[in-house]
């Protein structure tokens, strides 16, 4: 019997690992200049985690968690999303009486049982950013200019492309809120009938959701339907144009969007969204926002909290592209660093134990040398070297060994240079050296 992968989940072969690998590293090295530390969380969490932080009655919960029992008739869940464990580990290891603010990142997959689509499987895969502290609209202002400048990195060397889009709104406080809660509640259950038979599920447990949902019918009823801005009590109507201020100061642009919401129950005031162009119906690259009260409804302190996580998988097709169509920048150079940097060529058996050596010595040096420890002929080792695209090729024989004197192959430009040596150790060094300098 074939057995395959699970639905929803893939295998990363070497070319699209190389491509995530490199946009992490970006992140990875911005986060640390705004100070984020990196950290790591379970995959598995207690069910309950999830039920009390992202809302009993989201469709995340209530559809698209892997929730089983373990031996111990414990319920367990792979985690939908990491801001809730991030939480349970600053309660647990009780660093919320640690010096504010509190900024952490992780980057890692998650999952959730939904319909796979473009750019996001049942298994994916997240950059997620974190910070605690007691939060004004210019935090708030330098997490959106985080997210935007970690998306736009892989331009540093390129003209600018125009590809993403931010999109922004509040959903205000538990002061404003409820009221507009109450007026979309009654207007969706007006509106029932032309509503997709998942919102009309959603109308009783989490009616913001409705406000999310993709389907023609339902955008029509939703464009008719209450504005959370018109609700905004004079805090968050001040807060918000504060944001808007410091935004438009700072040169970033944004879309208001009054009816934006995000699919989890926690989040209060500022949210975000930023879209990418090519990606189709689903085209959310990042999102994120504000939540003040998680921390302590799971059980710990009053602490607010921002947030957005970026999907790797979104943001990978709009840099690069995927099989369909190309993206707005080459990944050439890029799997080029997948190629071996030289490929030695063993001719003679007595040569093999003595590549085995230089092979160690290249490697210390930070090349990436293959080898075969087969006895083939040169010209069958030289096609080998050319089908793994081996920028340069070396030759020792027995004759290269006697003379100290080795032949160094450029595979692309077909020339060769005779390289005198003392020893392996010494053959190592100026072999790196004509490598690294192209020569």
Known sequence: ????????????????????????????????????????????????????????????????????????????????????????????????????????????????????????????????????????????????????????????QEKEQKIYTLEINSLGCSECRPKYREDLLKFLEENKENLCDTCKERITRNPLRVLDCKIETCKKVISKSPIITEYFCEDCNAHFKNLKEILDFIGIRYVENPRLVRGLDYYVRTIFEIKAKGLGAQDTVAAGGRYDYLLEELGGPYLPAIGFAIGLERWSISIFGDEEKGGVLSSEKLLEKLNPDIFLILLGKESLIKGFQLATFLRKKGLRCEVTYEEKSLKAQLKNADKLSAKYSLILGEEEFKKKSAVLRDMRKSIQDNIEFKDLEDLSVKVFEKVKNGV
């Open 1 to 156: 019997m074939k057995i395959q992968a699970v639905r929803g989940f893939k295998d990363w072969l070497p070319e699209e690992f190389a491509k995530y690998e490199y946009l992490i590293e970006l992140a990875k090295n911005i986060l640390k200049t705004y100070n984020y530390k990196e950290i790591k969380i379970p995959i598995l969490e207690k069910t309950e985690l999830f039920v009390r932080s992202i809302g009993e009655f989201t469709d995340i919960v209530q559809k698209e968690t892997y929730t089983f029992q373990d031996r111990n008739k414990e319920f367990l869940t792979l985690r939908p999303e990491a801001t809730a464990g991030i939480c349970r580990m600053i309660i647990e290891r009780g660093l919320f009486v640690n010096p504010k603010p509190l900024k952490f990142f992780t980057v890692g997959p998650m999952f959730r049982h939904e319909r796979p689509q473009k750019g996001r499987l049942r298994e994916f895969f997240q950059i997620d950013v974190e910070l605690f502290s007691e939060l004004n609209p210019y935090i708030e202002a330098e997490i959106i200019s985080l997210a935007m400048e970690i998306l736009k990195a892989p331009f540093f």
